[in-house]
């Protein structure tokens, strides 16, 4: 049986991710394709309730510590996100590593660089596929909704966008597709269904999953 692929959504907050990931979702299981769909931080484990809380400035965490529980609330999903994709089960993710290294980064703390933030998250399961829905901090703030949780901020989420942008010249960026998520909703469904179809129909069923190294 051919394996599932891992698909990732990525951008900053208000981009459209999740309207994006929802409809991705449902497009491939109308297709008879094994899907399934998630999103980290995932709040409903203990290790979430904690993120949640912090997020929604009900608690306090040092900045290493929400960082690596970020990360730990990956790693207690790998096993099951493994399981699937041996199953032959695409698995479509809202948020990644990616988000756990550059919104950490972004606090501009000196002992929290883009290459310590990564450290934690060496060894996850490698998408096959990330595709990042680019927007300016500017254009997702009028989409409103906004300063609601922790980090939904100009100044924080312009050092986000510019970290995006840093990755994407990495190797960590040789994954990403990016899509302009200012034009239309329907617009930007067509460029993701299409990226991932070809993503789906291309990846070689025979390469086991990677990994993040
Ligand atoms: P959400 O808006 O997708 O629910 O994510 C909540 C916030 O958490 C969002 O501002 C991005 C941030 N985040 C991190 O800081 N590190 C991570 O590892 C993840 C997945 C999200
Ligand atoms: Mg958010």
Not at 25 to 36: A, D, F, N, Q
Request: aromatic share 8%; net charge negative; hydrophobic share 30%.
């Amino acid at each position: 049986m051919p394996r599932g692929k891992l698909i990732v959504f990525e951008g900053l907050d208000r981009s459209g991710k999740s309207t994006q990931c929802e409809s991705l979702v449902s497009y491939l299981s109308e297709r008879g394709l094994s899907v399934k769909h998630r999103r980290f931080p995932d709040r409903t484990t203990p290790i979430g309730q904690m993120i949640n809380n912090y997020l929604q400035g009900q608690s306090e965490q040092e900045d290493h510590v929400i960082h690596l529980l970020f990360s730990a609330n990956r790693w207690e999903a790998v096993a099951a996100i493994e399981a699937d994709i041996n199953a032959g089960t695409t698995v479509v993710i809202d948020r990644y590593y990616y988000s756990g290294c550059v919104y950490s980064a972004a606090k501009n703390n000196p002992s929290l660089t883009l290459a310590w933030c990564r450290h934690p998250e060496e060894g996850l399961p490698r998408p096959d596929l990330c595709l990042f829905l680019d927007i300016s901090a500017e254009d997702a703030a009028k989409r409103g909704g906004w300063g609601e949780e922790r980090y939904e901020k100009k100044e924080l989420q312009d050092r986000v966008r510019q970290l995006f942008t840093d990755i994407r010249a990495t190797d960590d960026g040789s994954d990403f597709v990016t899509i302009n998520a200012g034009q239309s909703l329907e617009e930007v469904e067509r460029e993701i269904r299409r990226h991932a179809e070809s993503c789906i129909s291309t990846t070689d069923d025979a390469s086991p999953l990677r990994r993040i190294q």
